[in-house]
C-alpha cells in the first residue's frame, strides 16, 4: 500500500511499526533562514504576450499562486534528533538512512547521526554535484548538496551494484568500445543536473530533487516490494522513485500544498491519503 500523510513527522512516525522501512530518505529544511518558496505559472499561446518562445511564438504567462514553507529553526539539531531517533526505530535491521542536506549543515548532522546511528553505521558521503545558476565572484560557487548514508548494521545492508544505472566515461576512447558503451559505474561523487525550472519533471514545488538522483538511490538500497519512507516529502520525489521500481511508499509532509502536490503527481499509484 501506498500513503500520503499531512502531518508534522513526529506525530506521524508514531503509528509506523519499528522495523517496517527498508529505506529512509529525508531531505528536510535546510535551515536556510528564508522561506523557500516557488511561483507557480502557465504560460498560453498569445500573440500579445509577454514572452517569446521556440521559433518566435508569443506566450503570455498567467500566475497560478505560490508554494512555499518556512526554513528557519533557532536550534536546528534539537529539531531533527528525535525525528532522527524515529527513523532509526521504523528502520528494518537491514535499512538504510539518507539524509541530504546542504554544506551548511552537514558537519553537524553527520555528529548528529554519528551519535544516534552509531559511528560505525555511517557508509558514504556522498556528493551530488550539479552546474546551473548564477556564480559568485566573491567565493567559490556553491553547487552541491550532501548526502549521508546510514546503516542500522555495518556489516548486513542492501546494495545491489547490478541494479546501478552507468554513466558514460570521461574518455571513453581510452577503455575500448565494449566498455565505453556499457558506461561505467557511479563513484560517491554524483553529476546530475537539477530539475529543469521548465521541464516536465518540474512540479512547481520548490526544493524538488531530482528523480534520477532518487532512483539510483531507490534502486540499490531497496528492493521490490519495500517500504520507502520519506517524512519531509514535499513534492514526493521519494514517492515516485520507489513506485516506478515496484516499491511502495509512505510521504510525510506538514504543508498542505506539498500534500496537494503529491496527490496529483502521485495519483496513479493510488495512495491511501490522510490529509
Ligand atoms: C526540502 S523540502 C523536501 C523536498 C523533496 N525532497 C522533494 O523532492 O520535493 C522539505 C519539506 O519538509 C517539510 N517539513 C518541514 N517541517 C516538517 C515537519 N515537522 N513535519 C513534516 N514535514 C515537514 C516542508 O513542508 C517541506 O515540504
Known amino acids: ?50 514572452r517569446t518562445g521556440f521559433a518566435g ?12 514553507y518556512e526554513d528557519t529553526f533557532d536550534d536546528y539539531l534539537a529539531f531533527l534528533a528525535p525525528r532522527f531517533e524515529e527513523a532509526k526505530r521504523i528502520l528494518a535491521a537491514d535499512g538504510s538512512f539518507f539524509l541530504h542536506v546542504d554544506h551548511r549543515e552537514v558537519h553537524y548532522c553527520k555528529v548528529l547521526l554519528d551519535q544516534i546511528l552509531g559511528r ?39 546494495f545491489d551494484f547490478e541494479a546501478m544505472d552507468r554513466i558514460p566515461y570521461m574518455a571513453p576512447g581510452l577503455v575500448g568500445k565494449e566498455k565505453a558503451a556499457r558506461g ?35 534502486k540499490v538500497h531497496s528492493e521490490p516490494g519495500d517500504l520507502c519512507v520519506d517524512f519531509f516529502a514535499g513534492s514526493g520525489t521519494l514517492g515516485e522513485a520507489a513506485a516506478k521500481n515496484g516499491r511502495r511508499f509512505l510521504l510525510i509532509d506538514s504543508n498542505p500544498e506539498a500534500v496537494r502536490v503529491m496527490k496529483e503527481r502521485l495519483a496513479e499509484y493510488e495512495p491511501d491519503v490522510l490529509d
Request: aromatic fraction near 10%; charge should be positive; charged fraction near 30%.
Open 57 to 68: 511564438k508569443r506566450y503570455r504567462t498567467i500566475p497560478l499562486g505560490e508554494s512555499g
Open 184 to 218: 561505467k559505474t557511479p563513484t560517491d561523487v554524483w553529476w546530475h543536473t537539477i530539475v529543469s525550472p521548465t521541464g516536465k519533471e518540474k512540479t512547481g514545488y520548490p526544493t524538488q530533487k531530482p528523480l534520477g538522483v532518487l532512483e539510483r538511490i531507490v
Open 120 to 158: 560505525d553505521n555511517f557508509q558514504n558521503e556522498i556528493v551530488w554535484a550539479y552546474d546551473y545558476g548564477a556564480r559568485s565572484k566573491k567565493r567559490w560557487s556553491t553547487k552541491h548538496d550532501t548526502i549521508l548514508w546510514y546503516t542500522k548494521d555495518p556489516k548486513n545492508y542492501v
Open 1 to 50: 500500500m501506498n500513503r500520503i500523510v499531512l502531518a508534522d513527522n513526529l506525530a506521524a512516525l508514531a503509528d509506523v511499526p519499528d522495523g517496517a522501512a527498508r529505506l529512509v530518505y529525508v531531505d528536510p529544511p535546510f535551515n536556510t533562514g528564508k522561506t523557500q518558496s516557488r511561483e507557480r505559472v502557465k504560460t498560453v499561446r498569445d500573440e500579445k504576450g509577454d
